[in-house]
């Protein structure tokens, strides 16, 4: 237990130094120390609880529990504060009802429920541990350089990096006891903190776009933490437990009853998770440095709304309106998600849609809820991890480096910056190209979807799949494209920055390379624990079949493309004077014009208006149903007893 509380610990301990660290070259040194503890100790803990199964600790100290109590009465006055200032009132209103409910709650009926086991590690907690000890380690490494360049663009503003790295150290902490944490009012401390963590950090730069950025997502996670709040409070009463692994155990004990409260915890996870209607705070936190959007989409906030789906999962997969408005919500947005991807240029908002499509791929997944449904989710989480924190980063870096980070801007990025670009396209070709983990991670999904009979889940994973391929192949050729006159200028990117890229290639590779052996002794055995013997033959030869299949044929493809070709190489015909050089021509007008070209996003047709519009529409009247059904039911239940 020890390993698992310097997690926690450490990284609040490193913040309050960064807090007071004004000098870089201290900063520096801290920051890189603190990662590669924090790495380090995550792989030991990963060793350390690998063989278990499954570990709880009891940790009895009425201490803690007050002191959480007292810090969530002062973070929520805090919000109150701010709300009322910035004349934000649903922020305050939200405060005010959640937090006095949840203390209520402790100082009374809580008191006479006994907790065995405040916190809890399993399989599942060590590949999140894995994913917010190492990519948001790397990530907090990464922003040593980004924010050097920040500051400097912002030179006539503050420096207030200390208060940047202060909340990202804070953030990882919360990250690790969020994923640990067995007792559900823990679990509830943590998740407000990340909400207030991501507050901080969207609002970064106070810009009224900023500040109302930040405000949004903190209303939508206060709106989920309110949920979350009223789950704790029914399970409590009614059940008379607050632990997670315990409710899971009685699920088959008191049926559709049980998944009263999982509703109330589901809708948290879709709040969190960015899943329509609640996607524009993710969008909006765009506004922030990159390193914030890598840390919120990657390895933290999003993940956390995502793991709790996936941990509730066996009490979704009961065929009740939990897991029906769980799928439904997930499928929805992972669809139209999709489509809104297409019609940007913005970088970062297609990156941004990528994730809320993936996301909803994965709690759809976790709201099916059987064992090959959710093996295909976490792997989803583990993949689309690595390969999304790389992408941003190196948006980041593009950005900063040739002052855009619109795709359309990125033209011949491989003569301007050929590493970057080079890392990029690994990363874009990790989302979606064989043989990476994503493509057979959505395979998987599309054969539980079938399995489960779900015919409209079948159809919006093939054409959201199809479409996905689309915006990222656009990608793509962006960066093949040539572009006349361009010089090489990736000297000017800090060493920090390349070495955080280059370890998420790694990665990114590496885990397409042993994801068979994750499945064989993490992930089966995990489901194995959760659904029994069912998940015994989730990774079939079938599926291993397919894999070497892609791996040869893109072997095949690259010995193709890369091999001598006889072909005689002739100018392109251009419509004018060829210059000679295949990149300008001399127009009708006798004018040297440059050859480009440019994607079409069909804004027109899946313009993001339009897409949010119909999918706010869609999924508010699938929660609303879901939500209701629960209500109802738990009032009928009441009514009986009473």
Request: net charge positive; glycine share 10%.
């Amino acid at each position: 237990m020890g390993t698992i509380l310097f997690l926690i610990g450490f990284p609040i301990i490193i913040a309050l130094i960064l807090l007071v660290s004004k000098e870089d070259k201290v900063r520096d040194i801290v920051v890189k120390i603190a990662a590669f503890v924090i790495a380090a100790t995550a792989i030991v803990v990963a060793v350390q609880y690998f063989k278990s199964g499954g570990t709880t600790f009891a940790f009895h100290n009425e201490i803690v529990n007050y002191v959480m109590m007292g810090i969530e009465a002062l973070l929520a006055l805090y919000i109150v504060i701010i709300g009322i200032k910035h004349k934000k009132y649903l922020a305050s209103l939200f405060a005010i009802i959640q937090t006095p409910l949840l203390i209520w709650f402790e100082l009374t009926k809580a008191h006479g429920i006994e907790v065995q086991n405040n916190m809890y590690v399993d399989r599942l907690s060590i590949i999140m541990i894995l994913i917010i000890g190492i990519i948001g380690s790397l990530i907090t490494v990464y922003a040593l350089g980004y924010m050097k360049d920040f500051q400097h663009h912002h030179s006539d503003e503050k420096d207030r990096r200390p208060w940047f790295f202060f909340v990202m150290f804070i953030f990882l902490g919360a990250m690790i006891g969020l994923v640990t944490s067995n007792n559900m009012i823990w679990m509830y401390f943590f998740w407000e903190i990340t909400s207030l963590s991501s507050f901080w950090l969207i609002g970064f730069t106070k810009t009224k776009e900023a500040t109302n950025n930040a405000f949004r997502a903190l209303i939508m996670n206060l709106l989920g933490g309110l949920g979350f709040a009223v789950g704790i409070v029914i399970l409590g009463t009614v059940f008379g437990t607050i632990e997670l692994n315990t409710m899971i155990m009685i699920g088959s004990v008191y049926g559709d009853l049980i998944a009263i409260p999982a509703a109330f915890f589901a809708f948290a996870g879709i709040t969190k998770a960015a899943q329509m209607p609640f996607n524009s705070w993710l969008l909006g936190a765009m506004v922030a440095p990159t390193p914030t959007s890598a840390l919120l989409h990657s390895s933290t906030m999003v993940k956390a709304g995502v793991f709790m789906i996936i941990k509730l999962s066996p009490v979704l997969g009961m065929g009740n309106f939990a897991g029906i408005m769980t799928m439904m919500v997930g499928g929805i947005t992972f669809l139209l998600a999709t489509f809104a991807a297409v019609s940007q240029s913005n970088a970062k908002r297609v990156l941004a849609y990528s994730t809320i499509a993936n996301l909803g791929l994965i709690v759809t997944c976790g709201g099916i809820g059987t064992a090959e449904a959710v093996w295909a989710g976490i792997m989803l989480i583990i993949f689309h991890a690595v390969t999304k924190s790389l992408l941003f980063l190196c948006v980041g870096t593009a950005e900063h480096n040739i002052g855009s980070r619109d795709i359309e801007d990125m033209d011949g990025l491989f003569v301007r910056m050929p590493r970057l670009a080079a890392f990029m396209m690994i990363g874009i070709a990790g989302m979606f190209l064989a043989p990476f983990g994503m493509l057979i991670s959505k395979w998987a999904a599309m054969t539980s979807f079938v399995d489960s009979g779900n015919v409209i889940l079948v159809g919006i994973i093939c054409f959201g799949s199809a479409v996905t391929a689309f915006y990222w192949i656009k990608w793509m050729g962006k960066l093949s494209a040539i572009v006349a006159n361009e010089k090489n200028i990736q000297q000017n990117v800090h060493k920090e920055e390349w070495f955080v890229q280059g370890t998420l290639v790694v990665l990114t590779i590496l885990v397409c390379l042993i994801f068979p052996l994750v499945s064989m002794y993490m992930l089966v055995p995990y489901l194995e624990g959760v659904f029994g013997g069912l998940a015994s033959a989730v990774l079939s030869s079938n599926n291993m079949i397919i894999m070497v299949v892609m791996l040869v044929f893109i072997i095949l493809i690259t010995g193709f493309c890369f091999g001598k070709s006889k072909k005689k190489i002739v100018p392109i015909y251009l419509a004018g004077v060829n210059e000679g050089d295949n990149r300008t021509y001399k127009g009708s007008m006798g004018k040297d014009v440059q050859f480009s070209l440019r994607n079409w996003h069909m804004d027109k047709y899946f313009g993001e208006k339009k897409m949010n519009l119909i999918g706010g529409i869609l999924t508010t009247a699938m929660i609303i149903i879901g939500l209701g059904i629960m209500i109802g039911t738990l009032v009928s239940l009441l009514g009986g007893v009473a």
